[in-house]
């Protein structure tokens, strides 16, 4: 295999789309920052050229991975293909999660650095797993969190898999433990069969910026862990942040990635200056995000012109200093009397306006559901269907099409259906947060 030098890390550009006009009184600026990085390295399937890397993937072995046996034998299958994936030069570690956390492979408080003997050994290590115990995330994720401070790695992952309730540890318990890791390394979750929350394995992908999905089948594990492996084998780019600077006087009013997933950030900002704050955005392989920032501003007279907002995605320091830009963008603002200028809407912005709607429709209607409204899970699906249509989500469209029979996508029509698989509705709403890129 080829060896990667320093000089195959991502480079990052920042693309701004607004309308830069306001009308005389107006004072909100929206803008979606187009974020990519490209020009890294290939993700070489036990390859060697590591990524200064590490990842923990933590396995549930709750009594409930027995029923039925192909969820535990899955598992094992999956997290050995996984392993599979890691490559030469990586550090990894194999945790079994029940109502306490227990590390299968290395032991010793430590991780194994891949290669084709620690990986033979980690495989003949998870033929041991069996199925038995409670369940407390919280538990498998601080240590977790450990054993990835136990090397000196700059990028450090995560993987969950779990297939029941968290039921062993409180909610409060299970919030502390995300609070710890947050910001310690990032972590994707997955729910295998349809016994498990959707909301708490959403919700530790969310707080520890990875992703989350269903896995409805226990086959179908193998081919989602080797491609969520593959996925973290490409991260290059450790704790990148967004940094907001605004001028005396303007405010943040939100800050959310809308693509390739609806996330809030708003909340997450970290003061960096007495008018900038950074926004955390995880780990960075050759990928493109978007970003929808508003930024609410004093008013001013018609003709006036303003720098609303300087957004750059940086890397901090580890001691305080100077942080390393790697790109950056500007959000300007110009007062019109020109009242068509004014009004119009960016494409950018209409569209992950549109995007985020959709979602907030999603979210709605599931509730709407689970509460016995059926008129108002009728309605919100509809209009589901319909901003899915107008927007060429087309995933979604298929996703609601399992919950719905669509008369007319258009304006929204639609029926619920008489009979939808708690697979079906769980995958709608799990995938809720995912959006369809506009075509700039």
Request: aromatic letters at 4%; hydrophobic letters at 40%.
């Amino acid at each position: 295999m080829a060896n990667f030098s320093k000089s195959h890390v991502p480079r990052f550009s920042a693309e701004v789309y607004q309308n830069v006009h306001l009308p005389e009184g107006g004072r909100e600026v929206n803008a979606i920052v187009t974020a990519t990085a490209t020009g890294g390295r290939p993700a070489l399937v036990g390859g060697s050229g590591a990524p200064d890397a590490g990842v923990v993937i933590m396995v549930d072995c709750s009594g409930s991975m027995d029923h039925p046996p192909t969820k535990m034998r899955g598992a094992r299958e999956a997290t050995a293909a996984a392993i599979d994936t890691v490559r030469d030069g990586v550090r990894f570690a194999v945790v079994a999660g029940t109502h306490r956390a227990a590390e299968v492979y290395p032991g010793g408080g430590r991780l194994a650095i891949a290669d084709p003997a620690t990986r033979d050994r980690a495989k003949e290590a998870l033929r041991k797993l069996s199925a038995g115990g409670g369940t407390a995330i919280g538990t498998w994720l601080r240590l977790a969190g450990a054993l990835l401070s136990s090397a000196d790695v700059s990028i450090r992952h995560g993987i969950v898999l779990t297939d029941g309730r968290n039921e062993h540890e409180s909610a409060e318990e299970l919030r502390a433990a995300l609070d710890t890791c947050a910001g310690r390394f990032t972590c994707d979750t997955r729910g295998v069969g349809t016994d498990w929350e959707v909301k708490e394995v959403t919700g530790i992908a969310s707080a520890l910026l990875g992703t989350a999905d269903i896995v409805a089948d226990p086959a179908g594990l193998t081919a989602d862990f080797t491609q969520m492996m593959e996925k973290a084998m490409g991260k290059e780019v450790a704790d990148v942040s967004l940094r907001l600077w605004t001028p005396v006087g303007a405010e943040v009013v939100f800050v959310k990635q809308v693509a390739p997933t609806i996330e809030d950030l708003t909340d997450r900002r970290t003061d960096s200056g007495a008018r900038s704050g950074d926004y955390p955005t995880g780990s960075w392989g050759d990928e493109s995000r978007d970003y929808h920032l508003c930024v609410r501003v004093p008013d001013a007279d018609v003709g006036q012109e303003m720098l609303a907002a300087r957004v750059s995605l940086i890397i901090p320091a580890p001691d305080g200093s100077t942080p390393q830009t790697l790109a950056h963008g500007l959000v300007r603002v110009v007062w019109t009397d020109d009242l068509a200028a004014a009004t119009s809407i960016n494409p950018q912005v209409a569209h992950y306006t549109g995007q985020a709607e959709l979602l907030r429709a999603i979210q709605e209607g599931v509730e709407a559901v689970k509460s016995g409204n059926t008129d108002d899970a009728t309605a919100k699906y509809g209009r589901a269907v319909q901003l899915a249509n107008a927007s060429g989500n087309e995933e979604t469209a298929k996703l609601l099409a399992k919950v719905v029979d669509v008369v007319d996508a258009a304006t929204g029509t639609v029926r619920l259906k008489a009979r939808v698989s708690d697979a079906d509705e769980m995958t709608l709403e799990t995938r809720s947060t995912k959006t369809v890129r506009v075509t700039k």
